[in-house]
């Protein structure tokens, strides 16, 4: 075996060019491959993360049934239907005075987008608008300033809260509490900054929102749908005692295909299900080139056979048997598929090292044995016909062969 794989070394190497050439399927799929389930698995370590900063006693009621039987997203619903405008603010007070000993807090919210507009500087933006005990219930709190108060909801005042990536996109530098900005055509005073946070519950990242008092948003900007009601359990209360017993109110006054109530476990293991599906469908799609590049392997090993003709006669003759050359033949293809892996998954590492600061990307010890295991696989799939070839040369016709 020392001198096989010495051999298959030296082969590789007299034709470097065309090793390499050989390789680059390989190496383009095993990369591909890596790195978009790289990707994958980042953002699923992300969005697992978020939630865990939102903590595990936090409860949402939607409107309709987004989420299907089995973790799915839909259902039999149009999206229409599953986003009537059913949720009202009077069954919130009813939810947190029903069940005062399971409940600690709630609220609600609206989202709109809207042009956001400061001297020069103009973008659409979200819009979220909800009560001052936003900050306890998503356990946040004000970076710069202070967060809007009761009274600013009540009142209806012209204020807001930027979330840190929208204060850095409209300021920069500048210190923006007390500045103004208008949304649509009013104009409204920035009394804070909310800490970094991340991603959103159903939206974008917490960071890229402005936020406003509700009745604001209602009054202003004519937004009546409610997305949402977001509820804090008790400590120590089982959180499908809390759902239960929410859902057995909102009965009072809905049907119970008009809403839904679902906890931190629920929507995480709806949206793994989705990325789950995303990373393998990008993976299965990237994969396609690694079959191009094994049938380029089993090309040029077809070719090398040929090429070598005399030599696996003169082996033969000297006593090799069928058995060594097909071994002799099938390493050389497992190395070219195995170095074409390795150069992949480098390229891989290194492309995912390049995305962190932008995109979550995070390669696993799992990425690593497939792309090991799937290059080796196919080196030895895709050499097995010129390994079998070479082995079932007859010696006197390859030792006249010219």
């Not at 969005?47 to 259902?75: K, M, N, R, S």
């Not at 600690?104 to 919210?109: I, Y």
């Not at 696989?377 to 010696?395: D, E, Q, R």
């Amino acid at each position: 075996m020392r001198d096989i794989f010495i051999v298959a070394i030296k082969a590789i190497i007299v034709n470097k060019v065309r090793s390499l050439l050989t390789m680059l399927g390989v190496i383009i799929g095993v990369g591909s491959v890596v790195l978009l389930t790289s990707i994958g698995t980042g953002l699923q370590a992300y969005v697992e993360d978020q939630f865990a900063a939102l903590g595990t006693d936090t409860i949402y009621v939607v409107p309709g049934t987004p989420f299907a039987e089995g973790g799915g997203v839909g259902g039999q619903q149009s999206v229409i239907e599953r986003t009537k405008p059913v949720l009202k603010k009077q069954y919130l007070k009813e939810i947190l005075h029903d069940n005062r000993d399971l409940i600690k807090d709630g609220l609600l919210m609206a989202m709109s987008i809207k042009n956001v507009k400061y001297g020069d500087k103009e973008k659409k933006i979200s819009l979220l608008g909800t009560t001052a005990n936003f900050e306890t219930v998503y356990n946040t709190k004000a970076e710069k300033g202070d967060w809007f108060t009761k009274i600013d909801n009540e009142k209806k005042s012209s204020v807001v809260m930027l979330g840190p990536t929208v204060a850095e996109e409209f300021f920069g530098k500048i210190d923006p509490i007390g500045k103004k900005i208008k949304i649509g055509s009013k104009t409204y005073r920035v009394v804070g900054i909310l800490e970094e946070k991340g991603g959103g519950f159903g939206g974008p990242s917490f960071d890229s929102y402005i936020y406003l008092p509700l009745e604001t948003m209602y009054d202003d900007l004519d937004v009546q749908f409610i997305n949402n009601f977001t509820l804090e359990a008790k400590e120590g209360v089982l959180i499908k005692d809390a759902i239960k017993a929410v859902k057995k109110t909102l009965l009072k006054d809905m049907d119970e295909d008009e809403f839904t109530v679902v906890d931190q476990a629920k929507l995480l293991e709806t949206i793994n299900g989705i990325l789950g599906m995303f990373t393998i469908g990008l993976g299965g799609i990237s994969a396609i080139s690694l079959v191009v590049g094994g049938i380029g392997i089993m090309n040029i090993m077809l070719v090398s056979v040929t090429e070598r003709t005399r030599e696996i006669g003169l082996r033969k003759a000297l006593g090799a048997t069928p058995n060594t050359i097909l071994i002799q033949f099938l390493t050389e293809a497992a190395l070219l598929s195995i170095t074409g892996g390795m150069v992949g998954l480098i390229i891989a590492y290194l492309g995912s090292l390049a995305l962190q600061p932008y995109f979550p990307a995070k390669v696993t010890m799992d990425a690593v044995i497939m792309a090991f295991g799937v290059s080796t696989a196919v080196g030895l799939f895709f050499g097995a016909a010129p390994a079998k070839k070479a082995a079932g040369l007859s010696p006197i016709e390859a030792l006249r062969y010219e």
